[in-house]
């Protein structure tokens, strides 16, 4: 499944895990997060300041920060794993550009 437009919207149905991953090659340092909010209430972001665990409660782990500057170019990739679903009420998956963000400019993404 491929979602690549703001606010796109998926179902995921009777799955266990499932691996997300966000690619980019400008020179953007881009973000992948996931915020969530379990069954029981608890709420929370998994992103590059805590990447989650995935053995444990929130069962998601970002795996690492690309964390790019400028002139980096390329082929640019971040991953998000989730291995459980069942505390989940929803997940929502999320990116930023960190520098645009950081400046409060609008973000590139058309690069």
Same mark, same amino acid.
């Given at each position: 499944?491929?979602? &690549?437009?703001?606010? &796109?919207?998926?179902?995921?149905?009777? !799955?266990?895990?499932?691996?997300?991953? !966000?690619?980019?090659?400008?020179a #953007?340092?881009l973000?992948?997060?996931?915020?969530?909010?379990?069954?029981d209430?608890?709420?929370?972001?998994?992103?590059?300041?805590?990447l989650? %665990?995935? #053995?444990d409660?929130?069962?998601m782990?970002?795996c690492?920060?690309?964390?790019?500057?400028?002139?980096?170019?390329g082929? %640019?990739?971040? !991953?998000?794993?989730?291995?459980s679903?069942?505390?989940?009420?929803?997940i929502w998956?999320?990116?930023?550009?960190y520098?645009?963000v950081?400046?409060? &400019?609008? &973000?590139?993404f %058309?690069?």
């Amino acid at each position: 499944m491929k979602l &690549s437009q703001r606010d &796109s919207r998926a179902q995921l149905g009777a !799955l266990e895990e499932f691996t997300v991953s !966000l690619n980019w090659t400008s020179a #953007s340092d881009l973000d992948l997060a996931a915020a969530f909010r379990a069954k029981d209430g608890r709420q929370g972001l998994c992103y590059f300041g805590e990447l989650g %665990n995935l #053995s444990d409660f929130p069962n998601m782990e970002l795996c690492g920060d690309e964390n790019l500057g400028v002139g980096n170019t390329g082929d %640019n990739e971040e !991953l998000l794993r989730v291995t459980s679903l069942d505390a989940m009420e929803y997940i929502w998956l999320i990116c930023w550009d960190y520098g645009s963000v950081q400046s409060g &400019s609008t &973000s590139p993404f %058309n690069e």
